[in-house]
Nanobody
Framework: QVQLVESGGGLVQTGGSLRLSCAASGRTLSNYAMGWFRQAPGKEREFVATISWNGRTTYYADSVKGRFTISRDNAKNTVYLQMNSLKPEDTAVYYC????????????????WGQGTQVTVSS
């Protein structure tokens, strides 16, 4: 069983940047696709981005495309989410998750989840 721990969240002003990290232990992530999701208060969890096991394929939600970048360092067993040009509507708890394929946006297709890290963007 893999354990995922997100970090890097915080409070930032509109237009600012944050870099989230997702560190894994208990299992190597190098064979798995990984995803980032987010959940705002009163809303359902939504897809943000996925990355293939080798980092060569990525997908993004339309709402973050061009502003967010997902990447990974398999040697460090860590996945990242670089978030630029942040907007108040990006405020949410951000979760990373281990999946079996990069070609899905469904949270149900992802197995192990981290505890989440809060991102708050002030206007």
């Amino acid at each position: 069983q893999v354990q995922l721990v997100e970090s890097g969240g915080g409070l930032v002003q509109t237009g600012g940047s944050l870099r989230l990290s997702c560190a894994a232990s208990g299992r190597t992530l190098s064979n798995y696709a990984m995803g980032w999701f987010r959940q705002a208060p009163g809303k359902e969890r939504e897809f943000v981005a996925t990355i293939s096991w080798n980092g060569r394929t990525t997908y993004y939600a339309d709402s973050v495309k061009g502003r967010f970048t997902i990447s990974r360092d398999n040697a460090k067993n860590t996945v990242y989410l670089q978030m630029n040009s942040l907007k108040p509507e990006d405020t949410a708890v951000y979760y990373c998750a281990q999946g079996s394929t990069v070609y899905t946006r469904a949270s149900a297709a992802f197995g192990s989840w981290g505890q989440g890290t809060q991102v708050t963007v002030s206007s």
